[in-house]
């Protein structure tokens, strides 16, 4: 499963408007804090404002801004409004696309390795991206147990 720039991008913005969670946001600022060109931020924005990812106020002081707190926004519903339903394989997304559809003995089994992909993606939040990372921890071995 590879995502799109588009969505890679989608997440950048919305981690910026999550961190600066307080009024609206215009398109030229966004575009301008997170270096990604006006035009594919005002793309994105459009698509996540139709998701119902962002709502749009509109006037002099308008912009965007988040639809629920980021902790109601989860990974899936960004991958979902830039690329769509979330499906690994082509029986993932309809059992009508595949010609192996019929006789296909593993069909079930995709749709179980899809649903859990899907649920984790549920699972982690835009909260959850704006977290500081934390350095891996470093392992200790004590040199007497490698003689």
Not at 24 to 52: D, F, Y
Request: net charge positive; with cysteine; proline share 5%.
């Amino acid at each position: 499963m590879r995502l799109s720039k588009l969505t890679d991008y989608a997440t950048v913005i919305l981690s910026f408007i999550a961190k600066k969670n307080s009024g609206v946001h215009a398109a030229t600022g966004i575009a301008e804090e997170t270096g990604i060109a006006l035009p594919t931020v005002s793309k994105i924005l459009k698509l996540l404002v139709k998701a119902k990812v962002l709502v749009s106020v509109r006037g002099a002081k308008g912009g965007y801004k988040l639809a629920r707190s980021p902790e109601k926004i989860s990974v899936a519903a960004v991958i979902y409004a830039l690329e769509g339903p979330i499906a690994l394989t082509e029986c993932s997304a309809s059992h009508h696309s595949c010609e192996q559809a019929l006789g296909c003995e593993i069909q079930g089994n995709w749709d179980l390795i899809n649903k859990t992909v899907q649920n984790a993606l549920e699972s982690v939040t835009l909260a959850d991206l704006i977290l500081p990372v934390k350095p891996p921890k470093e392992i200790c071995i004590p040199v007497a147990s490698l003689y």
